[in-house]
């Protein structure tokens, strides 16, 4: 298995609750913010899915701005299972750059947007593939300022660069 960077990004979003979120995601982005849960509904049996629609709790509107979906990863499992899952948070936010999206924790999010040629480029810098004279360094320069707008945009000031495969 490959060895890949993964970015974490600090946050100060007000994750108290999924619509707390919702109301400052949508301040950050000026974007309407539709919120809740994945309605999965697996047929263990068959091992199929049966269900996979966005079920909406509310919504935070802005007039004539673009549309993104907060979906809370745990909600059904708050539901069925409250003990395991008490204090458990991970939202995922969907509609930055043409359908990615970021997934949104307590004090941090991973900024998992920039899977592109700027991010190939920076995983093979610490890779040791990185020559001075083939222009990637322009690349990793790029890469790293849309992370770093990524998390002004959410009011962070730090990002972890660290192994996706190892103790980092």
């Given at each position: 298995m ?57 919504k ?5 701005c ?11 499992d ?26 949104i ?38 890469f ?18 660290g ?6």
């Open positions: 490959g060895h890949g960077v993964t970015v974490l990004g600090q946050h100060r979003i007000n994750t108290s609750t999924l619509e707390t979120t919702a109301s400052d995601l949508s301040e950050a982005f000026n974007a309407t913010v539709q919120y809740g849960y994945m309605d999965i509904w697996v047929d263990l049996k068959n091992r199929t899915e049966r269900s996979n629609k966005f079920v909406e709790l509310g935070v509107e802005r007039k004539n673009p549309v993104y979906l907060l979906c809370d990863s745990f909600y059904m708050k539901i069925y299972a409250p003990e395991t899952y008490k204090g458990e948070m991970n939202y995922d936010f969907y509609g930055m750059n043409d359908g990615a999206s970021i997934s924790y307590q004090d941090s999010f991973s900024c998992n947007t920039h899977f592109d040629s700027r991010w190939n480029n920076f995983v093979r810098f610490f890779q040791g593939q990185f020559f001075a004279d083939s222009g990637w360094f322009a690349y990793i320069k790029e790293r300022k849309t992370v770093q707008d990524e998390i002004k945009l959410l009011s962070g000031k730090h990002a972890l660069y192994d996706d495969q190892g103790d980092s």
